[in-house]
Nanobody
Framework: VQLQASGGGLVQVGGSLRLSCAASGNIFSINHMGWYRQAPGKQRELVATITSGGSTNYAGSVRGRFTISRDNAKNTVYLQMNSLKPEDTAVYYC?????????????????WGQGTQVTVSS
């Protein structure tokens, strides 16, 4: 299983970006998909997650500004980021777990994408 993230970049305060992360490989279904971020000198933190049924969870710092969504047919998760702030600057990582293979096997452990840089300039 591989994850390919894209969509990061440099944006001004108040701007928007949309991140995408596509999972490929021996996948039948994915339970949880999510985004995490890590700023310089800080620990990686949860940004948002979404289940296969569409239930979402957000960090308090992004609620109301970021929207997570997924396309199950494409095994892709998205993160729409609006009203960006300098404190949103970080490397963003996608994560998936609860992956079931085509043969019905639950794959362990979870999987991480390579990270995409988001920089918000003031």
């Amino acid at each position: 299983v591989q994850l390919q993230a894209s969509g990061g970049g440099l944006v001004q305060v108040g701007g928007s970006l949309r991140l995408s992360c596509a999972a490929s490989g021996n996948i039948f279904s994915i339970n949880h998909m999510g985004w995490y971020r890590q700023a310089p000198g800080k620990q990686r933190e949860l940004v948002a997650t979404i289940t296969s049924g569409g239930s979402t969870n957000y960090a308090g710092s992004v609620r109301g500004r970021f929207t997570i969504s997924r396309d199950n047919a494409k095994n892709t998760v998205y993160l729409q980021m609006n009203s960006l702030k300098p404190e949103d600057t970080a490397v963003y990582y996608c994560n998936i777990d609860g992956v079931v293979s085509q043969s019905g096997t639950l794959l362990l452990p979870d999987y991480w994408g390579q990270g995409t840089q988001v920089t918000v300039s003031s």
